[in-house]
């Protein structure tokens, strides 16, 4: 029993020890650099995960690469440039702002000022239209009835 819970213990590590990655750095600054991007940059598998997050082969192959870049030199720029070349705007966080993403950056802005207009169409609209009658004329009767009791009942006294 023992020999197994040894066994169990060593294959429970190794599983916890691959997904760890381990780079070098030649300075913090190269290290800040590489966090940064693999913070920007998207998973293409994954979409809703930057690259720092995800665990798909994809996301593993372009933490490499960057890591690589960093190492042949090329900065921030250089490697964002090469990556945007082969995957397309997509692969940003925040792609650049220019005439292929314009819809990117606009759109957001479009949608919130239709919403704002919307409102300020129904805003405007509810105070034009008049408060509708929703008593018929026999509720209305009903009402006036007891209203006119109320006030002629003898025992509130008018003297009293």
Known sequence: MRQLMIIFAWLLSMAVSAGVEF???KDSEQ????NSLIAELRCLVCQNQNIAESNADLAKD???QVYEMLHQGKNRQEIADFMIERYGDFVMYRPQFHSKTLV???APL????AGLLAVAYIIKN???QPVADT????KKAEIHALLD???NDPDKGEGA
């Open 62 to 64: 372009l933490r490499r």
């Open 149 to 151: 009791d109320e006030n």
């Open 110 to 113: 479009a949608f919130l000022l």
């Open 31 to 34: 290290e800040q650099a590489y």
């Open 135 to 138: 008593l018929d004329e026999k």
């Open 126 to 128: 509810k105070r034009k």
């Open 23 to 25: 780079r070098e750095f």
């Open 104 to 106: 990117l950056w606009l």
